[in-house]
């Protein structure tokens, strides 16, 4: 329970939000595993499209992120296990504009991170803002360069490079097929030669796969690929199916780089559409995969997967899972026909490391209390920022109300975390007494633009308010429907609760922090469901400010 606030002085009238602290707390009340064993996912809430590199002892996975800004970020661990967050590789406006694209679909999709003679690279592609490129580092937790663009590469996404024993380096992407598309969803796998020095591609390009598996059965979205050696064969693995329930990963191999690939007869190596739709607790639309090899020999994979509360709908975005990778006869496999990704499993054969100061999995309490100069790398917000309109002052974080809105596709006054639980609280304490009836701070439920619930503390007839604002899709309001509002006695700091209960969401306010007032309870909260508002994201907490 948040400490009482008796005796807090009330702010003058601004246009300044002023937000003391912010706790995020989580419990999906699964067991917790023991000592010799890890639970998936690794990396809980909106981390998808997961790759990982191993240097030594020590290994670096990242993720897409989209259009929200820091983005991709990078993530340290030396058990596979706990991972803890070192930076975001893109962290300058001067690296990407992200303009005004479509948080749920555009901006950097899949990045793919690998190192090669001191130099760690990452390939990605920026969906609406220049297409493929690289960018380069000395040290994963950056800075990283500005961006190399791949112009060989346009049309294509999810590059991903792959540095052979001869000091030969490709690049491997998906995209458009050789011929016109015979139907919706038919890409290709190419290569082409890549020289790590330049950062430019050279060569030939070459189609490795058509379609996918079985090209007469018209698979859609070959993507995800990359291509790694063992034993002196070539494997490339490939997400195909989609991103939805249908998803999958599947497997060829070569005994060159170049080709050509044969597809694994027990194909796809890793799924979960072959099981019940109505299981118990699932794990749905695992693919987009990456392995990599241990120091000890084990090999293990990261992938991506969701977990639904009901008919496929889940708001906390696609996630990071483990899992081993089983070979037996030259071929690997993650999931057998049938077989369930587990909740909790025995962990890698690799020293036990703490826990990180910020877990990322299990039930878990973070709690920012905004005392250091710098926000941690968790926090972002949509798009680059346009100026400075937000700062850490005094032991509390302040945002400058200005005039965009959410929904506006621009850089509002929004700092936001990831929702990493289906049943979760987000709670924080508020100074704000609005100079205008036009302005509104408060705490934010967000999927996208358009998809959003804001419980907002602002001003009526010269008196505060607290509102609750739902935005459910394009039709409606930029700035939303009011569900309920209530006046405010005082103008007095205030705590602002939202609680999720996998489709269901809380509006709450206090002014001791101790007695809760429900202004809406039992909300729709499939309206923040990716399956209703579309798009690859998931779904955030945020600090916002409006005037």
């Known amino acids: 329970m948040a400490a009482s606030l008796a005796g807090a002085a009330p702010p003058q009238r601004s246009s300044v939000a002023r937000f003391d602290w912010f706790e995020y707390r989580g419990d999906d009340g699964r067991p917790e595993p023991g000592a010799a064993e890890y639970a998936n996912p690794v990396l809980q809430g909106f981390y998808p499209d997961p ?156 189609v490795l796969v058509d379609g996918g598996v079985h090209p007469e059965q018209n698979p859609i979205w070959i993507e995800g690929p990359h291509i790694f050696k063992r034993d002196g064969v070539y494997y490339l693995i490939a997400a195909e199916g989609g991103t939805a329930e249908n998803h999958s990963e599947v ?75 089983e070979w037996k006869d030259g071929w690997p496999r993650i999931t057998s026909p049938g077989e369930v990704v587990p909740w909790i499993a025995k962990r890698p054969a690799l020293p036990a490391q703490p826990k990180p100061a910020v877990p990322t999995s299990g039930a878990f309490t973070v709690r920012d209390d905004f005392n ?15 100026g400075k309109w937000w700062r850490i002052s005094g032991g509390a974080l302040e945002l400058d109300a200005r005039p965009v809105r959410l929904g506006d596709m621009a850089n509002p006054s929004l700092l936001a975390r990831r929702q990493q639980h289906l ?42 308010v607290i509102r609750v604002r739902r935005r459910a899709g394009a039709q409606d309001a930029v700035a939303g429907t009011i569900l309920a509002s209530a006046a405010l006695a005082s103008n007095a700091p205030i705590e602002l609760r939202i609680s999720a209960h996998g489709g269901s969401y809380d509006f709450e306010w206090s002014t001791d922090g101790k007695l809760w007032h429900a202004l809406v309870k039992g909300a729709d909260g499939t309206v ?17 400010a409006h005037g």
Not at 260 to 279: E, H, K, S
Not at 306 to 318: E, K, L, S
Not at 444 to 462: H, I, K, M, P, T
Not at 528 to 537: D, E, H, M, P, Y
Request: charged share 20%; net charge negative.
């Open 251 to 325: 497997v060829f191999r070569s005994a060159h780089v170049t080709g050509p690939y044969v597809p694994f007869a027990g194909n796809p190596i890793l799924t979960q559409r072959d099981l019940p739709r109505d299981r118990p607790n699932p794990i749905t639309s695992t693919g987009h995969a990456e392995f990599v090899q241990t120091d000890a020999g084990e090999w293990w994979t990261v992938f991506l997967g969701v977990r639904p509360y009901a008919d496929d709908q889940f708001n906390t975005g696609r996630e990071t899972f483990l899992m081993p990778v």
């Open 528 to 544: 923040l469901s990716t399956k209703r508002a579309g798009g690859f994201v998931g779904a955030v907490f945020g600090l916002y």
């Open 372 to 386: 250091g100069s710098l926000l941690p790398p968790y926090w972002m917000m949509m798009r680059n920022p346009d």
């Open 51 to 206: 790759s990982i590199v191993r240097v030594g002892s020590d290994y670096y996975l990242v993720n897409s992120t989209f259009d929200w800004f820091p983005g991709i970020p990078v993530w340290h661990s030396r058990d596979l296990v706990h991972w803890s967050q070192i930076g975001n590789a893109v962290d300058r406006s001067s690296q990407l504009n992200f303009g005004k694209l479509n948080l749920s679909n555009q901006g950097v999709y899949a990045p793919d991170i690998s190192w090669h003679a001191g130099r760690f690279y990452i390939v990605n592609t920026c969906v609406g803002c220049g297409d493929n490129f690289v960018i380069t580092a000395k040290s994963p937790a950056g800075p990283w360069s500005d961006p190399t663009f791949l112009p060989e590469l346009n049309g294509g996404i999810d590059p991903s490079l792959f540095f052979d024993a001869d000091g030969s380096a490709w690049v491997v992407n998906n995209g458009p097929p050789p011929e016109k598309p015979r139907y919706e969803g038919h890409r290709a796998i190419w290569l082409q030669q890549f020289d790590p020095r330049t950062l430019k591609t050279f060569g030939p390009r070459r």
């Open 423 to 464: 049943n979760a609280t987000a709670t924080t304490r508020l100074s704000f007494d609005p100079n205008s009836d036009g302005a509104e701070a408060g705490l934010v439920a967000l999927q996208n633009d358009e998809f959003w619930y804001f419980l907002a503390v602002g001003r009526e007839q010269g008196g505060r």
